[in-house]
């Protein structure tokens, strides 16, 4: 499996997400410019976490007007996996391509720790090697991660089984303590916490390589066959 790691103007977490896929997942990885068009050739999109273009208007904001995002577009209406984490959430918000928005932090300040995650749905290609109800451990660094939608919007991810990840406790001021939600296609992911940080017991957790060993799984069991 092919996996894109797109870069912008101060990204700042693409480093990590190159190499947690080529060190510690094992597939093979491309840094892809934001002022590129294409994806072709890839299985996988990874956005990452930083501050695109300074998180000047808002953050995420214009990132979306990067050329490569209508081919992140185009790669998630196609229902290949989509990945974004912190400001790459924050872009898909922005994009369209997952519903809410994100406000500043309760209390208006900048959170940099680990955090327990509880597993709110394993039926997703991003997290089918997790138990459902398990709690794991991943760290999250940022500012902006206080999720917001209406409670009309919050119904429907609660109904469709859309809410991924929660946190145990409650951190930043997320509605109904959110930390992950899926598209309802199931095949784009947007999280706060930074699983690519979490991918080997020598970062202080393992539990986020599981997220992306269940993209690879998802994509092999579509795409191998045995005769």
Known sequence: MKFAVIVFPGSNC??????????????????????????????????PGGFSYGDYLRSGAIACFAPIMEAVKQFAIDGKPVLGVCNGFQMLLELGLLPGAMKRNDGLKFICRPVDLVVENNQTMFTS?????????????????NYECDEATLATLEENNQVVFRYKEAINGSKANIAGITNEQGNVLG?????????????????????????????????????
Request: charged share 25%; net charge negative; glycine share 8%.
């Open 129 to 145: 090697s997790y138990e459902k109800g398990e709690v794991i451990s991943v760290p999250v660094a940022h500012g902006e991660g």
């Open 14 to 47: 693409d480093s990590d997400m190159f190499f947690a896929i080529q060190d510690a997942l094992q597939e093979e990885v491309e840094y892809v410019r934001y002022d590129e068009t294409s994806l072709e050739g890839f299985d996988g999109v990874l956005l």
């Open 191 to 227: 999280m706060m916490p930074h699983p690519e940080r979490a991918v080997e017991k020598l970062l202080g957790s393992a539990d986020g390589l599981r997220l992306f060993q269940s993209i690879v799984r998802n994509w092999r069991e579509s795409h191998v066959t045995t005769s």
